[in-house]
């Protein structure tokens, strides 16, 4: 069911597009950018559990 837009549903549909669209766009961003997060803090995780691991054998 959809309403009557008149002479603006060219106008609202548009912006409901770009709205989805941007909404999309910042959703893969953020999963992007934890993913890439999480292998960054794992990597730091390993250089300082073998930081201490050495130290420990000193």
Known sequence: MIPDLGKYADAVLG?????LGLIT?????????GARIRR??????AR???????KRNV
């Open 40 to 45: 960054t803090l794992a990597e730091v995780e």
């Open 15 to 19: 912006s409901y597009a770009a709205s």
């Open 25 to 33: 766009a910042l959703v893969a961003w953020s999963l992007w950018r």
């Open 48 to 54: 300082a559990a073998k930081a201490k691991e050495a």
